[in-house]
């Protein structure tokens, strides 16, 4: 691949994101030029996700280690959050393809990924089981609020005497 058609490839990316957060569905009714078809256009965009997300567990891990009660499914469920958060628009459209063929290889490894950095299981278990472990982990993350966007009492109503 050449510089130009990483460009256009990551231009690409970019339009198809853009028109997701304006409608969803039409944002893949068509399949911009550099890719074949849907399946590439879901790989890239799971890639694109992984490197988002694996950047941030990376960070969340390494300050875990230097805390001195660090918990390593607290750090990765921070990350994953993060990265939902802050790439809202790819992580809905990979959502609402969750059930592409094209997804389950990818998905299975982000499970994986998710599995073991958080200490739910080792590398040297079967592919199968640290998948089935980190796709639970997930559902338990997304299942669970996030603290950090639950309503806070305004100051005001700790002010206010109870009756």
């Keep these: 691949m050449s510089w130009n058609d990483f460009y256009q490839r990551q231009q690409a990316l970019a339009e198809v994101l853009d028109n997701a957060r304006r409608d969803l569905a039409a944002a893949?009714?068509?399949?911009?030029?550099?890719?074949?078809?849907?399946?590439e256009l879901l790989a890239a965009l799971h890639h694109k996700w992984m490197q988002q997300l694996t950047g941030r567990v990376d960070v969340a891990l390494t300050d875990t280690e230097s805390a001195p009660h660090?918990?390593?499914v607290e750090a990765v469920t921070r990350a994953w959050r993060n990265a939902a958060k802050e790439n809202s628009g790819l992580r809905a459209a990979l959502d609402v393809h969750a059930d592409h063929p094209a997804l389950d290889e990818p998905t299975a490894r982000e499970h994986r990924v998710?599995?073991?950095?958080?200490g739910l299981a080792e590398?040297?278990?079967?592919?199968?089981?640290?998948?089935?472990?980190?796709?639970?982990?997930?559902?338990?993350l997304r299942a669970?609020?996030?603290?950090?966007?639950?309503?806070?009492p305004s100051r005001l109503r700790k002010l206010i005497p109870s009756f």
């Design 28 to 39: 893949f009714a068509t399949v911009p030029g550099p890719f074949r078809d849907v399946d």
């Design 70 to 72: 660090g918990d390593r």
């Design 114 to 118: 998710l599995a073991v950095a958080a």
């Design 123 to 140: 590398e040297h278990e079967p592919p199968h089981d640290i998948a089935r472990v980190g796709r639970a982990f997930l559902q338990l």
């Design 144 to 152: 669970t609020p996030d603290p950090e966007q639950q309503a806070r």
